[in-house]
């Protein structure tokens, strides 16, 4: 180790350069990832103990004296290119300028508006700090209701019965409580929930709920438009399933799967192995959530869905972690087109 750490020295000392691109070459050959100074310091871990202490100092000298290496040649070329009068006519003249596009999550939610407006929804939008009538107690989950325990709010600092809406759901409390049924409507929007970012979850990310209230509506209306609008965004072939779950603000509620549309329903790392990725949540509006809204409950009957933009694109785009969708890196940006 001793001996290829001198070699190495040796050679760092002794090179001379005559341009940035064999400085950049360089710093590859010595720094990079697979450097061959990085190399030494994986392979520092078998060294004996008790040749540790003096192997450390003579690779810490080292890459010190590469790094100080690589800087000062920068330096001193590129104040060389700075204070040349004279254009350097090998450079490459200046990019085309292209067109920009629509951002993935916008040309989805796009797409989830055009869906549901064949079927005759309109698009409702609302505040994203909303009151906490508006958010919990009118659908269905008052103060130190066990439901809360589902969502970690922000809450407003400066009135606590403020906070940043954990869903879209709030748009429709307003909807249903300033319009007369018939109500045919969907709620995209950001949405807030105090959660640690991962390739799966995130403090911020875009809902589309949806709302139906009319007489005689019943859970097969509700199967038959998610089936439409399945179809509609995953292609023909796709299949759904509704499995029961709880959600306070509809009774019954379920969860909906569809086929997996990376596999085709034969089972992936993606869907588990099962052929099925769930992506929203819905159900029948509970009466008690008509009657919180002024509506007879008696009279009329509703269904509500509601589903992350973000789940969706995913699927369609197959981006496997959702961070990608906030970074704003360009080079992933210029991949999504909205034809």
């Known amino acids: 180790m001793l001996d290829k750490i001198a070699r190495l020295s040796e050679e760092v000392n002794s090179t001379t350069v005559n341009s940035l691109e064999e400085i950049e070459a360089l710093r590859i050959k010595w720094l990079s990832k697979k450097g061959e100074i990085t190399e030494l310091f994986d392979a520092f871990k078998s060294v004996p103990p008790e040749q540790k202490k003096e192997v450390g100092?003579?690779?810490?000298?080292?890459?010190?004296?590469?790094?100080?290496?690589?800087?000062?040649?920068?330096?001193?070329f590129e104040s060389k290119v700075s204070d040349s009068s004279v254009p350097d006519l090998s450079l490459p003249g200046f990019p085309s300028v292209q067109n920009g596009t629509r951002h993935p999550l916008s040309i989805v939610k796009n797409q989830i508006i055009s869906i549901f407006s064949c079927l005759g929804f309109t698009v409702s939008e609302g505040r994203e700090i909303e009151d906490d009538w508006h958010n919990f107690t009118a659908l269905n989950t008052p103060e130190n209701h066990p439901a809360r325990d589902m969502q970690d709010t922000f809450y407003v600092n400066l009135n606590p019965e403020m906070v940043l809406r954990t869903q879209t759901s709030s748009v429709q409390v307003h909807i249903m409580q300033s319009h007369k049924p018939p109500i045919r409507t969907i709620s995209p929007g950001r949405v807030y929930r105090n959660e640690a970012i991962s390739a799966r979850a995130h403090c911020q990310f875009h809902q589309v709920e949806g709302l139906y209230i009319d007489e005689k509506v019943s859970f097969a209306d509700l199967?038959?438009?998610?089936?439409?609008?399945?179809?509609?965004?995953?292609?023909?072939?796709?299949?759904?399933?509704l499995r029961p779950s709880y959600f306070p603000f509809t009774e019954p509620s379920a969860e909906m799967d569809i086929s997996c549309t990376i596999c085709k329903g034969k089972g992936c790392n993606v869907c588990?192995?099962?052929?099925?990725?769930?992506?929203?949540?819905?159900?029948?509006?509970?009466?008690q959530v008509l009657i919180n809204c002024g509506i007879n409950e008696t009279k009329y009957k509703g269904f509500a869905f509601g589903m992350g933009i973000e789940r969706i694109a995913m699927l369609k785009y197959q981006v496997k972690d959702l961070r990608l969708f906030f970074e704003n890196d360009v080079r992933f940006l210029k991949q999504f087109t909205s034809a």
């Open 272 to 287: 588990k192995y099962t052929g099925w990725v769930e992506i929203m949540g819905c159900g029948m509006v509970d009466p």
């Open 57 to 76: 100092q003579q690779l810490n000298v080292l890459k010190t004296n590469a790094l100080n290496k690589i800087n000062a040649w920068k330096e001193e």
């Open 223 to 241: 199967k038959q438009t998610l089936l439409y609008f399945t179809r509609e965004m995953f292609g023909t072939d796709t299949k759904i399933r």
